[in-house]
C-alpha cells in the first residue's frame, strides 16, 4: 500500500510540473492569423476538500468515535487476530448462537455523532468504506451457505445495514447486506434495498457462493445521495473492487418515514437470526466522507 501510494504521489506531482510547464508556454492562435499570441489563463478553483465525517483504525483498542450496539449475548472487544496494516487491533464483535446482534454503530448527529449533521447524504455524495473478515466458523453460523430446510430454514445473519434511527425491518433507510440461505437461495452474500417490502431485488456479491472466504479481507464501499428536490435517493455498491449497484434514483431509497432520529450505519456482526453456532466479524477499518474512496465513483 505504500509503494502505491508514493507512486500516485510521484506520478501526480510530474502531472503538476507538466501542467504549469504548459501553461506558462501554451500559446493560442490569434484570430486575425497574425502569430501565435499566449492567452491568459482563466482561474482554476481549488480541488474539493476531503471531509471525514467519521473515522478510526483502532489503534487505541477503543472503538474511536463509535459505539457499539449489542443484544442476544452479542459484545465487540479489541483483537489482534487480524489487522489492517497501521492498526494495532480490530473490533472482534461476536454473537453466540440464536439471534442476537454485535455491530459497530455510527449514528449521525447523536452520540460521539452528536456535532455531526443529521443526514450528510442530503444532496451530496456520502462515502462509507468497511473492511471486515470473517471469523472461522461464519458460515456454519446459518448452517452453510446452501439451504438445507431440515436446519437452517430460518437463520440468516447481517454484515450491514444502513437506516435513520434503531429501526426494524423495512421501515426506512438505504439498504442491508447479508445471507439467507434459504430465503433467498443459494447465492452468497447480496446486497438489498431496506425498503425490502417495496423492492426485495437481490444484488449478489461476487464470489460469495459455496464459500465465504473466512479469513479473507472484503473491502466495501457504499455510495450514499438523497436528492431533496426530487425525492428520491440513488445507492452504489462496490466489493473488492467489484460494482455490485449503482441504483437509479427511487423514491424509497434513503427515505426516512417521517423519522427524526439521524442516519445510523451498523457494520460488523450486524444481526444473526437463529443462528446454529457463533457469529464472528472483525472490522478492520471504516469511514465516511464526502470523497470518493478507492474504487468507487461519484454519482452522475
Known sequence: MGTRTNLVAVLGQAAVIALLASLGTACLSCDDATGPQCGVQ??????PTQVTYYRTNFND???GPLDVYAYGGGSCTKSTDYADRGSAYSMKCTVPAGTGAAALQAWFGQGRLSTLPKDPSLDRDLFEEVRFVFGPGAAGAVGGTSCDTTKNTNSQFKVHKSVYGQAGSAWNGWAMSQIGPCS?????LFSEPEMWNVNGHTYPWPGTYPSLHEGSVYDVVYRYHRYTARNCGTIAIWVNGAKVIDSPCWTYMG???GSAAGLLFWDGATYLQNGLAPFVVYTLFVQATNYPIGTASASP
Open 42 to 47: 482563466p482561474h482554476q478553483p481549488p480541488p
Open 255 to 257: 427515505t426516512t418515514n
Open 184 to 188: 433467498d437461495g443459494n447465492i452468497g
Open 61 to 63: 483498542g477503543t472503538t
